[in-house]
């Protein structure tokens, strides 16, 4: 089990330091270039055309410079290791009960980043389009709600893990009592 952790907690660093470094860096400096309007990627329920017509719009270079540099690539390391950490603490949380079968309680986080990476590549065409259009906003929008929610799946999934690991061990310990 000590690799496992090493993994778990080179994820976990991994995820925090890129939260570190948007919550410092790229997200204040992405929020002033578009007069105080939240980023796309953080609205979780979703964005409408004008919303998106008007953030885009609003947008100075050099904060669209930035978000479709540093920021992006901050936001495909965050959520691989969040993802990849969520994915490998269920399958570790399930395999003793459910063997090769635990693999599949990592899709929910592996759809996860495929979707967040989906968004990516959406909000960067919106970002670069000459001319936005209302498939484009709807398209990146879906991902970013779907994004997540299916986060939230993942959490509540790692969140059922732990308790039925809780579960167990209580169990285990009332047994070894009688």
């Given amino acids: 089990?000590?690799?496992?952790?090493?993994v778990l907690a080179a994820l976990a660093a991994l995820a925090v330091l890129c939260l570190l470094?948007?919550?410092?860096?790229?997200?204040?400096?992405?929020?002033?270039?578009?007069?105080?309007?939240?980023?796309f990627d953080l609205r979780r329920d979703g964005y409408d055309y004008e919303t998106a017509r008007t953030y885009v719009t609003g947008l100075d270079?050099?904060?669209r410079r930035l978000y479709l540099g540093a920021q992006r690539v901050l936001?495909?390391?965050?959520?691989?290791?969040?993802?990849g950490g969520l994915a490998f603490a269920i399958y570790l949380a399930l395999?003793?009960?459910?063997?090769?079968w635990a693999i599949a309680g990592t899709l929910l986080p592996a759809a996860c980043f495929y979707v967040d990476m989906l968004e990516n590549a959406a909000v960067a065409r919106?970002?670069?389009?000459?001319?936005?259009?209302?498939?484009?906003v709807e398209l990146a929008s879906t991902f970013t709600v779907l994004k997540f929610q299916l986060f939230e799946a993942s959490v509540l999934l790692l969140l059922l893990c732990v308790i039925g690991q809780v579960v167990r061990w209580s169990l285990d310990r009332f047994r070894g009592m009688t």
């Fill in 1 to 6: 089990m000590g690799r496992a952790w090493v």
């Fill in 21 to 39: 470094l948007m919550s410092i860096w790229t997200k204040p400096a992405i929020t002033e270039g578009a007069n105080g309007a939240p980023m």
């Fill in 61 to 63: 270079e050099p904060a």
């Fill in 75 to 83: 936001d495909t390391l965050f959520p691989l290791a969040l993802a």
């Fill in 95 to 100: 395999r003793r009960n459910f063997g090769r």
């Fill in 126 to 136: 919106m970002l670069k389009a000459p001319l936005l259009t209302p498939e484009q």
